[in-house]
Structure formats: structure tokens, C-alpha cells
């Protein structure tokens, strides 16, 4: 299991927030953010130990649309989700203080 900084937007703030999360990948760092209810916006993650950095910048409330649809589905559904990550250098200083 590894550390994750998770910058996101709370509920209610005017400005991003810094969550610590742990996990043993990218998606189930973001599948843990989703689970919060009080997240609106996901900007990025990072792995603490290499300072990888996943770049989203979208709003939770659609993954958890698509989530709660996987989940009243049942496990012997024939739905399956992947979700595919992409790792990028940096985080443009401009986007990073963006809110949304």
C-alpha cells in the first residue's frame, strides 16, 4: 500500500484541499475519493514515493453516477469498467490553483 495526496475541491470550499489517501493504485485512489460524498472535484493525485502525478480535473458526481449503476448491477452482471490512467510530468501551476 502506498501514500496518495489527493487535491480536490470540498464541499462548500472556495479552494482545493489536500487529502491523504492510501492504496495500492491510482484507480483505487480515485474510486476512494469518489466514496467520499463531500468531494465535488478531483484535480489530481500523487504518489508521495515518486511524486507521479495523475491529472483530472473533472467532478466527481458522474463517477459516482456510474458507480451506483455497477453496484445495483450485481456481481454476476456482464458489465465491466475499466478506467485508464494517464501519467503526466508536471502539474501546470495555472490549472493546479484553478477551481471549478
Known amino acids: 500500500m502506498e501514500n496518495y495526496i489527493a487535491t480536490v475541491k470540498l464541499e462548500g470550499s472556495n ?7 492510501f492504496g495500492n493504485s491510482p484507480e483505487e485512489i480515485v ?14 493525485i500523487k504518489r508521495e514515493r515518486d511524486n507521479s502525478v495523475w ?4 467532478p466527481l458526481q458522474p463517477l459516482r453516477e456510474i458507480r451506483k449503476l455497477l453496484s445495483e448491477a450485481g456481481p454476476d452482471s456482464d458489465i465491466d ?18 477551481l471549478n
Open 15 to 21: 479552494k482545493p484541499q489536500e487529502l491523504i489517501n
Open 31 to 44: 474510486d476512494n475519493i469518489v466514496l467520499m460524498e463531500n468531494v465535488e472535484f478531483l484535480y489530481h
Open 55 to 58: 491529472d483530472f480535473d473533472e
Open 81 to 98: 469498467l475499466e478506467i485508464l490512467l494517464k501519467e503526466v510530468d508536471s502539474i501546470d501551476d495555472n490549472k493546479k490553483n484553478k
